[in-house]
T-cell receptor, first 114, second 115 residues
Framework: QKEVEQNSGPLSVPEGAIASLNCTYSDRGSQSFFWYRQYSGKSPELIMS????GDKEDGRFTAQLNKASQYVSLLIRDSQPSDSATYLCAVNIPPDSSASKIIFGSGTRLSIRP | DAGITQSPRYKITETGRQVTLMCHQT?????MFWYRQDLGHGLRLIYYSAAADITDKGEVPDGYVVSRSKTENFPLTLESATRSQTSVYFCASSESYVGVYNEQFFGPGTRLTVL
C-alpha cells in the first residue's frame, strides 16, 4: 500500500465550478499535510499547509483534514483556466529511528475547461 | 535574489560519466533535499541534509553522493551515470523538518538525460 495516494486524473472541471482533490495517507501519526501545485515543466509550488483537523481557507483554496479517516482534500472555488496543473499531496511520516520525512503522492492532474 | 537556484538547468551526459548538480539557497534554511521526479513515480527523495556536514539517505540513494560543506550549498553527484538516472532533479529546502515549520520550497529543477 502506498503511503500517500491520489487519483491520477485527469480531473476535468468547468470554469467557475468547484474542483475537489482528494488524498489519503497510511500513517496515523502524520502531523503535517501540504498541497503543492505543479505546472507542466515547472517545479512544485506550495499552496496550502494544514496541521489540525478541520478546514483552512486561503483565498479560493480550502484545505480539509480528517485525521480519523486519514484523509486530506483541497477545494478550489471559482476554478480558473490558470488552475490547470498537477496537484501534489504531501504528508509527513513520523520518525522511527531517523528523522521525520515527507512523502509525496503521485499527483492529480486537473484540467479546467472553459 | 533570495531563493533557491539549481544549475545546470539542462544536462546531457553519457553513461559512465560523473555529473554534479548544484543547489544553492539564500534563506539560511537548515534542511535541504534532493528529489527525482519520474512519470509514474512522483517525487522520490534521494538524500537530505539537516545541517552542514550532516546528510542522510532517502528512498532512492543508490548511485548518488551528496555533500554539504556550507549551509547554503548541497551538490548532488552521480558518480557513474546510468540511463535509469535520466530524470528531472529538484532541490528543496525547509526551515525545519519536524513540527509546523517544515514546508519545503523547491528550486526550478535540472533536467538530466543520460545517453
Amino acid at each position: 500500500q502506498k503511503e500517500v495516494e491520489q487519483n491520477s486524473g485527469p480531473l476535468s472541471v468547468p470554469e467557475g465550478a468547484i474542483a475537489s482533490l482528494n488524498c489519503t495517507y497510511s500513517d496515523r501519526g502524520s502531523q503535517s499535510f501540504f498541497w503543492y501545485r505543479q505546472y507542466s515543466g515547472k517545479s512544485p509550488e506550495l499552496i496550502m499547509s494544514i496541521y489540525s483537523n478541520g478546514d483552512k481557507e486561503d483565498g479560493r483554496f480550502t484545505a480539509q483534514l480528517n485525521k480519523a479517516s486519514q484523509y486530506v482534500s483541497l477545494l478550489i472555488r471559482d476554478s480558473q483556466p490558470s488552475d490547470s496543473a498537477t496537484y501534489l499531496c504531501a504528508v509527513n511520516i513520523p520518525p522511527d529511528s531517523s528523522a521525520s520525512k515527507i512523502i509525496f503522492g503521485s499527483g492529480t492532474r486537473l484540467s479546467i475547461r472553459p | 535574489d533570495a531563493g533557491i537556484t539549481q544549475s545546470p538547468r539542462y544536462k546531457i551526459t553519457e553513461t559512465g560519466r560523473q555529473v554534479t548538480l548544484m543547489c544553492h539557497q539564500t534563506w539560511s534554511h537548515s534542511y535541504m533535499f534532493w528529489y527525482r521526479q519520474d512519470l509514474g513515480h512522483g517525487l522520490r527523495l534521494i538524500y537530505y541534509s539537516a545541517a552542514a556536514d550532516i546528510t542522510d539517505k532517502g528512498e532512492v540513494p543508490d548511485g548518488y553522493v551528496v555533500s554539504r560543506s556550507k549551509t547554503e550549498n548541497f551538490p548532488l553527484t552521480l558518480e557513474s551515470a546510468t540511463r535509469s538516472q535520466t530524470s528531472v532533479y529538484f532541490c528543496a529546502s525547509s526551515e525545519s523538518y519536524v513540527g509546523v515549520y517544515n514546508e519545503q520550497f523547491f528550486g526550478p529543477g535540472t533536467r538530466l538525460t543520460v545517453l
